[in-house]
């Protein structure tokens, strides 16, 4: 019997794309990628200022509390925040407050600090992802926040969401 002429061994060649449509092209910003700190500012039409109420909260707070929130910001922003191992800083809240972040720090005479923020992915002419600042709260040790705190907070989330391009400090 003679050798058959093809290879048995041989497999056919695999084609190769182009190094540019290997690498998947982003449409938007990723939860993967470091994220830029940002503050609300309210839109509102009869108000000249326009506050800024999570900045507002945060410098009304004594200064050794602005000394621990400000490096936790930083850290989980570029983390990035799903990625972020807070010991206690960074939490993510459950129930009606379900995809809001606070950021917790206890100051003097055992009083509590909270920063909250949201995570944003869908703002308008923006190349990295947002963790935005909505506001802040301040409780006596062992207390909670009263619910309709929380709804101050939501109703500011909603007012942020309205708007794209987004409305920042």
């Known amino acids: 019997m003679s050798p058959d002429p093809r290879s048995r061994n041989r497999r056919p060649k695999r ?11 982003p449409t938007r910003p990723s939860s993967d990628d470091a994220h830029d700190v ?88 923006r190349e990295k992802p947002l963790l935005v600042v909505l506001d802040g709260r301040d409780k006596p040790f062992r207390t909670t926040l009263d619910s309709s705190d929380y709804e101050a907070v939501r109703a500011l989330g909603n007012e942020y969401r309205k708007r794209n391009p987004r409305s920042l400090a």
Do not use: N
């Open 15 to 25: 084609r190769t794309l182009p190094q540019e449509a290997k690498a998947p092209v």
């Open 38 to 125: 940002a503050y609300f500012r309210r839109h509102e039409d009869d108000d000249p200022e326009q506050h800024i109420p999570g900045r507002e909260a945060l410098l009304s707070w004594p200064a050794t509390v602005r000394a621990k929130i400000a490096p936790t910001l930083i850290a989980v922003a570029s983390a990035p925040p799903k990625r972020f191992a807070g010991g206690g800083r960074w939490e993510a809240m459950h129930g009606e407050m379900a995809g809001y972040f606070e950021v917790r720090v206890d100051g003097p005479r055992r009083h509590h600090y909270r920063l909250f923020c949201l995570l944003d992915y869908e703002a308008a002419d």
